[in-house]
């Protein structure tokens, strides 16, 4: 005869049997399990519910390969290197690639986990193909997530469909915004380097008229010595050729004013190299203005490199792009908002009735009741009884009941049989003086 344990079948459990899944492909597998669904039950169903659940799982598995492209692309538009202009950095940064796949997965295997569980948490409404008023509004939480996951994911793909667009204007923006750093740039130094300037011209003036005078005593004493040379051959004064009075006056104011002019040269000369440090320190002081503002100028280039963050490619996006934007984003909301409308318009199939089957059974096997009951206004309100904790107290009552009359049960045999002995031999229990 065979033995109950040698009938008993592995896939069964309390009564019920669950099914297999080994016919089940993996890819199968994996979309029931991205719907929220049990492959034990699906399997056991017909075609039409685990296609219905294969469509669900799809669409939820295709999300997170569209969070994942997503994240990745903004991940790298907003931290990869900006040492180059929009249309010349077409080399990829290996660090950044490497850091924005790995964001990239970390993204879509959150976003794939959030559309899971909101699917799976979505009820079947009334069983129906009709979405009522009652069962909308029941799903507006889980709608306004999925919308908002669904445009979180819109904008970075939209950015890179429209990749090529968005690069052309925006390496137009960005000269145009370095035009503007420069020329702010230009306007703060523009009073310090006119002011600058202009004190070099005083200086600078200072010093041809210092050598202005220098030079014009020099001329007065060649012509004081042409003077000389006249007197002496008798071409000026008497007419009397010779070295005489006139001569030696004239020799005599013309060495005089030689000597002046050496004087003069000396202190002139003192004064101007003063005057020439000073020019020096002030074209050093423009000089450093013009390095400042050429620095400040490279730094004006690396920010208009900067103006190249996601924001700004979503801004351009939009204004460049028409209503391809508005269409790439409806259709992401589409895709996320989808299956939790699919989900209220699922007819109640094989696989709903198995599912509400074994909750009850499980339930039942873990001594939980649901029990009907009036409510003060007269409603009919559901609760739940936990039998299976009743059971266990009623049971330890019954052991600790037992385990009192037992003992009374004990005492009072033992307190007969002593009373019987002493009855019959007294001289035992009483102590000898």
Request: aromatic share 8%; net charge negative; proline share 3%.
């Amino acid at each position: 005869m065979t033995s109950k344990t040698e009938n008993h079948d592995p896939t069964e459990i309390d009564g019920y049997r669950y099914g297999t899944v080994k016919d089940v492909s993996w890819i199968t597998r994996l979309l029931w399990y991205s719907a929220g669904a049990d492959a034990q039950l699906l399997a056991r169903c017909p075609q039409s519910d685990r296609v219905k659940y294969q469509g669900l799982g799809g669409v939820v598995l295709s999300v997170g390969f569209l969070a994942f492209f997503s994240g990745s692309y903004a991940f790298y538009a907003v931290f990869s290197p900006k040492d180059t202009t929009v249309l010349g950095g077409s080399t990829m940064d290996p660090l950044t690639t490497s850091l924005s796949v790995f964001f990239g997965l970390c993204w879509a295997l959150i976003i794939f986990n959030l559309d899971r569980f909101i699917v799976s948490s979505t009820g079947k409404g009334d069983g129906t193909d009709k979405i009522t008023k009652t069962e909308f509004l029941n799903s507006l939480p889980r709608l306004m997530m999925a919308l908002i996951i669904g445009l979180c994911l819109s904008k970075p793909l939209e950015i890179k469909i429209l990749e090529s667009e968005i690069k052309a204007q925006l390496e137009i923006e960005q000269k145009q915004y370095l035009q503007t750093l420069n020329d702010l740039s230009e306007k703060a130094v523009i009073d310090q380097r006119a002011d600058i300037r202009a004190k070099l011209d005083v200086l600078q003036g200072r010093v041809q008229k210092n050598e202005g005078i220098i030079e014009a005593r020099r001329l007065e004493i060649n012509e004081q010595r042409k003077q000389l040379e006249l007197e002496a051959e008798g071409l000026s004064g008497a007419g009397i050729p010779g070295r005489g009075p006139a001569w030696r006056d004239k020799k005599e104011n013309l060495d005089r004013m030689e000597a002046d002019l050496e004087r003069d040269r000396a202190a002139v000369e003192n004064k101007n190299q003063l005057i020439i440090d000073e020019i020096n320190e002030t074209k050093a002081q423009l000089a450093e203005l013009n390095e400042e503002l050429e620095n400040k100028k490279a730094s004006n280039e690396q920010s208009a490199r900067h103006l190249d963050g996601l924001l700004k490619r979503i801004q351009i996006s939009h204004k460049i792009g028409g209503l391809v934007p508005y269409a790439i984003m409806l259709l992401l909301l589409c895709i996320e908002a989808g299956p939790i409308f699919f989900k209220l318009m699922l007819s109640k199939g094989a696989y709903d009735y198995l599912e509400e089957n074994q909750k009850r059974i499980s339930r039942a096997a873990a001594g939980i009741e649901t029990e009907a009951y009036m409510d003060e206004k007269g409603n009919t309100q559901y609760r739940d009884r936990y039998l299976g904790v009743e059971g266990l107290l009623a049971e330890e009552k019954r052991r600790r009941d037992t385990e009192e009359h037992l003992a009374n049960a004990i005492h009072s045999a033992y307190r007969e049989k002593k009373t019987e002995d002493i009855k019959q031999r007294p001289e035992d229990y009483v102590q000898k003086g």
